[in-house]
């Protein structure tokens, strides 16, 4: 179960963004949880894995929390030292086209000077003394 589907309802709709940003978090979680699990079967502890490695527990804890950013040459670098070679597979598929809806606006129409006397109110749009004076509407 994702972020997503934990703290919103499932016809939500998300930028490109926010799915991009959901997916990082999301391959950062399961990448470094399978490591954990792996390290938790094979009974290898992170200090063990830091002396494999020649690098400090502390690295290790920051890597396998995802507080500290995992290269691909650093995963790499854990499954050698874990005994197996790393694998990504990217599935290669097309992606369905969004939808995107414009829906169309009025232009808005513009008086000309005494065109509407006396039906609109004075409105100053430009910063400057008389506006700062002034009452907007």
Not at 30 to 48: G, M, R
Request: with cysteine.
């Amino acid at each position: 179960m994702s972020a997503k589907d934990m703290f919103y309802q499932k016809d939500t709709c998300f930028s490109n963004a926010e799915n991009r940003a959901y997916a990082r978090e999301e391959l950062v979680f399961n990448v470094t949880e399978d490591l954990l699990v792996f390290l938790e079967e094979i009974n290898v502890s992170k200090a063990e894995l830091a002396r494999r490695l020649g690098k400090s527990k502390s690295y290790i804890t920051q890597i396998l929390s995802g507080s500290r950013n995992m290269t691909l040459g650093s995963f790499s670098d854990i499954c050698f030292a874990l005994g197996f070679k790393p694998e990504i597979k990217i599935p290669v598929r097309t992606v369905e086209p969004v939808e995107t809806i414009w829906i169309p606006v009025q232009r808005p129409v513009v008086a000309k000077a005494g065109e509407l006397k006396g039906t609109t109110k004075q409105i100053y749009l430009a910063h400057d003394e008389t506006w700062l004076n002034s009452k907007v509407a």
